[in-house]
């Protein structure tokens, strides 16, 4: 597909997610993610692969288990709810160091929650999420473009390290149309997955654990996850910066809630406001230098979230105290509007004036 | 001089951390002469749970995998259905199996996914400290039913295996038991059937149930637990083949 085709971001996604060479895809129906579940069901038995709607969220990520564990490429997708179901799953994936990508098309929470769009599983994606020790890579993409683009990069950063990729949308990028293009890229260079199991023919058995009981080795296994975890934030941090030259107030927004800000950014330099934007693409690992290189220049910081106030923490543990950072939150699926930031810039503006 | 019994190769030659008179030395034993006789080791895999059996790689020379309590039958779905060729079984508890897994190895056999399942039912939890499990005997003593299960207050024995020879998508159900020589024959027997019908490629689950002693937290020396199989047990979960 080398023209521009209209897709909602549930259906791109899934596309996406086929191009680059997914499996299996194993998953339960929840709004409003149901286009991914529905375009699976029909388009990976046309490819020759793997759908299985399962019986529940814990039964989907076990499938992404099994497969993943037999060395193929698996995913699932689900939404808030679901994706709190998973979380032993990807607790198990970690231990066990398996590739899994996983799909959160984000609604508001907490409980049943509403299926508004929502970016309030933050603290959840970035945290681990599970019991346990650990990290999940997590993609914030913005436009339904990225959500194609961030696919592929999802799949090989799962593989590369081995594993889970979550992809953090909600509920208007999943349910958005817009035109995309699906471009075919080179992927990583990707090491050999000699520890899946494909049964024990001509090499010793393979296992895949996560039970450590002799004293230390659990301990040793953790300082093993960490050091992996060190070179991901080294290596992969993605962010992107906008309007920053000759800034003084510096808005920090990712996903759905960064194309709003963009907007309203684009407007309040349009009127000569000194406001640019900070927009996290890979949520974990953070970027944490970027933002605070930014607090020794810039000298106000506005988070905006479609939360209470979750990814507010890492900015100003970024920022460290150099600067004021403040807080925009819409949580329990309010979406902010372009004029409601511009009129927060417009008086931020005015204060660093004073 | 002729040898008439020998360590399987499938089986690695090293003691296990099992109570004495435990059922799953036996049962271990029995799944790899049958991964062995059908030469299948090479394209195995087998799926640990979480219980006494949760090192069964430790003790079985195939590619194994380690898997969240009570998720082995949807873990499994995964594997087969993207590597059909291969022969996947699950070994999974009566804690892991019947109770928090009850969903997903219900929803395999719903689906009819082409697995082996041995499910060892000593009627109790093992690893956690003997406490009751759905399998647990009406009056019978546990670390969570110091005055005996009731009826009235737990609930009857749960009979997974009828349950599951209810769906169609289940094409092989026996229940056996490891009371002794006799029981520890058709038991291998039964398994055998159960790896031979994924061998075959037929259509559906393949379930066999093993009652199997538990001396330790039954707090009765291993002979006579191996009785409590034949007189109290089997009372409630009838030997035979249910199904296929």
Avoid at chain 1, 164 to 177: N, S, Y
Avoid at chain 1, 297 to 302: A, H, K, N, S, W
Wanted: some cysteine; glycine content about 10%.
């Amino acid at each position: 597909m080398s023209q521009r085709v209209l897709m909602c971001g549930n259906e791109a996604l899934a596309e996406a997610a086929i191009l680059a060479g997914c499996d299996a895809y194993f998953g339960y129906p929840i709004t409003p993610q149901n286009e991914i579940t529905a375009y699976m069901s029909r388009r990976m038995p046309e490819e020759g692969r793997v759908f299985i709607q399962s019986e529940s969220e814990l039964a989907a990520i076990s499938m992404v288990f099994g497969a993943a564990a037999t060395g193929k490429r698996a995913m699932t997708s689900s939404s808030s709810p679901g994706v709190s179901l998973m979380q032993e799953g990807i607790s198990y994936l970690a231990g066990a160091e398996l590739p899994a990508v996983v799909v959160n098309v984000m609604r508001g929470g907490p409980g049943l929650g509403s299926i508004a769009p929502s970016q309030s599983d933050y603290f959840q994606a970035t945290r681990g999420g599970g019991h346990g020790d650990y990290r999940t890579i997590v993609l914030g993409p913005s436009t339904v473009q990225e959500l194609v683009d961030y696919m592929p990069l999802a799949f090989d950063l799962a593989d590369q390290y081995q594993m889970t990729v979550l992809v953090l949308a909600d509920g208007i990028l999943g349910q958005m149309m817009e035109p995309i293009l699906f471009e075919k890229r080179p992927g990583r260079e990707l090491p050999p997955k000699d520890w899946a199991l494909t049964g024990a023919k001509g090499r010793e058995q393979n296992i895949v654990r996560s039970l450590w009981l002799a004293e230390g080795k659990l301990e040793e296994q953790n300082r093993k996850l960490q050091a992996k975890y060190d070179q991901i934030q080294k290596n992969e941090v993605l962010c992107e910066e906008y309007r920053l030259e000759g800034a003084e107030i510096v808005v920090v927004a990712y996903g759905i809630a960064a194309r709003i800000v963009r907007s309203a950014v684009s407007r309040a330099r349009q009127e000569g406001m000194p406001v640019g934007l900070i927009r996290p693409i890979t949520l974990w690992p953070f970027p944490t230098e970027q933002i605070s290189r930014a607090a020794e220049q810039f000298r106000l910081f506005l988070t905006v979230e479609m939360s209470s106030g979750q990814m507010v923490e890492d900015v100003r543990l970024a920022v460290a105290g150099k600067a004021p950072v403040l807080l925009h939150g819409r949580p329990g699926g309010g979406v902010p509007t372009v004029d409601e930031i511009l009129d927060i810039i417009k008086e931020l503006s005015v204060s660093v004036k004073r | 001089m002729k040898t008439v019994f020998a360590r399987t190769p499938s089986l690695k030659d090293c003691p296990t951390h099992y109570c004495p008179g435990c059922g799953h030395g036996i049962a271990h034993r029995l799944v790899a002469e049958c991964i062995d006789e059908l030469d299948i080791r090479e394209r195995t895999i087998g799926i640990a749970p979480v219980g006494c059996a949760v090192l069964l790689y430790d003790y079985i020379d195939v590619d194994c995998i380690e898997v969240a309590h009570g998720r082995a039958p949807a873990v499994a779905t995964g594997m087969k259905r993207t590597n059909p060729e291969k022969i996947i079984f699950s070994y999974q508890g009566d804690g892991d199996l019947a109770s928090i897994g009850a969903a997903e190895i219900l929803h395999a056999g719903h689906r009819g996914e082409q697995l082996t399942v041995i499910f060892i039912n000593n009627a109790i939890f093992g690893m956690t400290g003997g406490q009751m499990a759905p399998t647990t005997t009406l009056g019978q003593v546990t670390a969570t039913t110091p005055r005996g299960r009731t009826a009235a207050e737990q609930g009857y024995p749960l009979q997974v295996s009828e349950i599951m020879a209810l769906l169609p998508g289940v094409i092989y159900v026996e229940r056996t038991a490891l009371d002794g020589a006799a029981g520890v024959r058709k038991t291998k027997k039964a398994i055998k059937h159960a790896f031979e019908l994924q061998v075959e490629g037929a259509e559906g689950l393949a379930l066999v149930e093993v009652l199997s002693p538990c001396p330790t937290y039954w707090r009765m020396p291993p002979a006579k637990a191996t009785e409590w199989i034949k007189t109290e047990m089997t009372k409630v979960f009838p030997l035979g083949r249910l199904k296929g």
